[in-house]
C-alpha cells in the first residue's frame, strides 16, 4: 500500500477501539486508519472516500437529510454511499 493509510470513520468510540484490534489481529495495522466523530460534521477533504457505510445508525441522527449530503461531497466520484436501517 502506498502513502497515507486509507480512512475508515467509526462513530462511537467502542466501534473505533475494536476496530483497531482488528485491524491489528488481521496484520492490517498501519494500513488503515479509524477516525472518531460526527457523521455531519465529517473532518475530510471532499471526494476523499470510496464508500461509506451507514449501519443502524441514519434514523438516529438529528438531521439525516444533512448527514447524506456531507457524506455525498465526502465521496469520490463513482463512490457509493449504503445505508441500512433495519426496522421490526
Known amino acids: 500500500m502506498s502513502g497515507k493509510a486509507p480512512v ?7 466501534d473505533r477501539a475494536l476496530a483497531n484490534l482488528a485491524a491489528e489481529a488481521e496484520g492490517l495495522d498501519g494500513q488503515v486508519r ?14 476523499s472516500f ?4 451507514l449501519f443502524e445508525s ?5 438531521d439525516p437529510r444533512r448527514v447524506v449530503r456531507r457524506l455525498a461531497t465526502a465521496l ?3 463512490g457509493r454511499l449504503i445505508i441500512a436501517n433495519l426496522v421490526q
Request: glycine residues 10%; aromatic residues 10%.
Open 8 to 14: 475508515c470513520s467509526a462513530l462511537r468510540w467502542e
Open 50 to 53: 470510496g464508500a461509506v457505510w
Open 34 to 47: 479509524f477516525q472518531h466523530g460526527d457523521a455531519a460534521d465529517l473532518c475530510s477533504e471532499p471526494e
Open 58 to 62: 441514519l434514523l438516529h441522527m438529528s
Open 76 to 78: 469520490r466520484p463513482g
